[in-house]
C-alpha cells in the first residue's frame, strides 16, 4: 500500500488535481476538506485566528487513510503548515509547480469575494511563490502549467502506478447528477430534501411573501403621499416603480435556493448563479445578529482557509433547522460568538463578516430617507408643471 502527497502554492491546482484522480477510479483524499481545520501548526489544537498559518491538517485523519489496506494507492491533495508532522507516512511528495502568471490567472478566474480577491492575498501569494516557504524541500516537482490530464498522467506515471480499469470504485462514487433533475419536495415554509447527498435549501414562501406584505404597505402609504402632494401622474410613476420591483422581489422569492452537492456549494437567485468549490470551505462561524429595528436573525458563515467569506446565509430567508441541516451536511467546525451581537459586535468577533452598511444602519437610513425626498420632491415639480 502506497500514500502519495501532492502539495504546491495557492493557485497551483492542488483542488483539481485531487478530483482528478478520483474520477479516474484511485483513491484519493482532498486534504483541504478532509483532514483540514483550523489549528496552532506546533501542537494542533483547534483555534479561533482563521488564517493561511493557521490551516493545518489532523494528523489522525492522515494517518487512518493512510493505515487503510483496501486501496493500493491513495493521493491526499491540498496544502497544510503542519506537513513536517506526518510527511514521513508517505513514499513519495510531489510539488505542483508553477511560474507567478499562473496562480495570479486562476485567481482571477475566481469570484471577486473569493480567495486571492483583496491585494494582500495577491502579495501573500507572491511572496510564497518566491520564499517556498510550508512547501515540502525535496519533493518531486510536477510542472503544474500543463492542462491538467497531463498533470495527472505524469504524477501516476512517477508513482509507477497506472489508471484502474473503467468502472472501479472511486474513493466518492460517481459524480451526482444536478439538483434540478431531481423530484421536488418539502411543505410550504420549509423546501429541504437530501437527494443523493445533495442538500438544497430554498426561503420559506410563508415567511416571504409576509415581509413582501408589509413592503407592498409601505409603498402604498409612500404613494398615497406623492399623489397628495404632486398629482395622479407622479403616483401612477411611483406605482409602477413600485410594481417592477415587487415583480423582481417576487422572482426571488421562487427562485432563489442554495444548493450543496459533493463537490460546490451553488447559489442561485432571480438572475445570478454564484458557484463556490466545496473543497475551498474549512471552517463556519454562527452568529444571532441583532438588527437595529431589535429582531435578531440567525446568520451563518463558511469561510475558506484564509478567513475570507465564501458563502452567508441569512436567517431572514433560512430558518434555523435550515442551518442547522446545512452546517451537519457541510461537516466543518462551527464556532461562533456566545451571545446576541450587534453587526459592530460581530465584526470586532471576526473582521470582514460585516458590511460597513450593516455596521452603520442609521446612516444608511438617512440616505434612504433622503432619496424618499428627492423622489417625492421630483414628483411635486413635475405634478406642478403637469398642472401648469
Known amino acids: 500500500m502506497r500514500n502519495y502527497l501532492a502539495e504546491g502554492v495557492s ?23 478532509e483532514p483540514a481545520h483550523q489549528g496552532d ?13 493557521h490551516h493545518v491538517w489532523h494528523v489522525g485523519k492522515v494517518r487512518s487513510p493512510v493505515a ?3 486501496h493500493p494507492v491513495t493521493f491526499f491533495c491540498g496544502g497544510c503548515r503542519n506537513f513536517p508532522q506526518f510527511v514521513d507516512l508517505f513514499d513519495g511528495v510531489f510539488v505542483l509547480a508553477v511560474d507567478l502568471a499562473t496562480p495570479h490567472r486562476r485567481l482571477d478566474e475566481r469570484p471577486d469575494d473569493g480567495w486571492g480577491g483583496r491585494q494582500s492575498e495577491r502579495d501573500l501569494v507572491v511572496r510564497l511563490h518566491r520564499t517556498k516557504e510550508n512547501i515540502p524541500k525535496d519533493g518531486t516537482a510536477i510542472d503544474a502549467t500543463a492542462p491538467l490530464a497531463r498533470v495527472v498522467d505524469e504524477t501516476i506515471r512517477r508513482t509507477g502506478g497506472k489508471d484502474p480499469p473503467r468502472g472501479a470504485d472511486s474513493s466518492e462514487g460517481p459524480e451526482p447528477r444536478l439538483a434540478r433533475d431531481r423530484p421536488r419536495s418539502g411543505k410550504d415554509g420549509e423546501y429541504v430534501h437530501h437527494v443523493q447527498h445533495d442538500l438544497v435549501l430554498r426561503p420559506g414562501l410563508r415567511a416571504g411573501w409576509t415581509r413582501l406584505a408589509f413592503g407592498m404597505a409601505g409603498a402604498v402609504l409612500v404613494t398615497a403621499d406623492i399623489w397628495f402632494f404632486a398629482g395622479l401622474g407622479a403616483a401612477l410613476a411611483a406605482a409602477a416603480g413600485w410594481a417592477v420591483l415587487l415583480s423582481l422581489a417576487i422572482a426571488h422569492l421562487y427562485r432563489a435556493r442554495i444548493i450543496l452537492t459533493a463537490y460546490e456549494i451553488v447559489l442561485r437567485g432571480a438572475f445570478f448563479q454564484r458557484r463556490r468549490p466545496r473543497a475551498r470551505a474549512v471552517w463556519t462561524i454562527r452568529a444571532t ?14 469561510l475558506d482557509a484564509h478567513g475570507g467569506v465564501l458563502v452567508r446565509l441569512h436567517g431572514t430567508n433560512y430558518g434555523t433547522e435550515d442551518l442547522d441541516r446545512f452546517v451537519d451536511a457541510l461537516g466543518l467546525p462551527c ?16 473582521p470582514g463578516l460585516t458590511s460597513w452598511v450593516e455596521r452603520h444602519p442609521y446612516l444608511l437610513g438617512f440616505a434612504i430617507t433622503g432619496v424618499l425626498v428627492l423622489i417625492t420632491l421630483v414628483g411635486v415639480l413635475v405634478g406642478t408643471v403637469m398642472a401648469a
Do not use: M, W, Y
Not at 493557485?11 to 476538506?33: M, Y
Not at 501548526?41 to 479561533?48: A, N, S, V, W, Y
Not at 445578529?289 to 463558511?302: E, I, R
Open 11 to 33: 493557485g497551483a491546482g492542488k483542488t483539481p488535481v485531487s478530483g482528478e484522480p478520483r474520477r479516474r477510479g484511485h483513491h484519493a483524499v482532498n486534504g483541504d476538506r
Open 41 to 53: 501548526p506546533e501542537t494542533g489544537e483547534p483555534t479561533h485566528d482563521i488564517g493561511h498559518e
Open 68 to 70: 487503510d489496506q483496501d
Open 289 to 302: 445578529v441583532v438588527q437595529p429595528q431589535g429582531h435578531s436573525c440567525d446568520t451563518l458563515f463558511v
Open 335 to 350: 464556532s461562533g460568538p456566545d451571545g446576541p451581537v450587534t453587526p459592530k459586535q460581530l465584526h470586532a468577533f471576526r
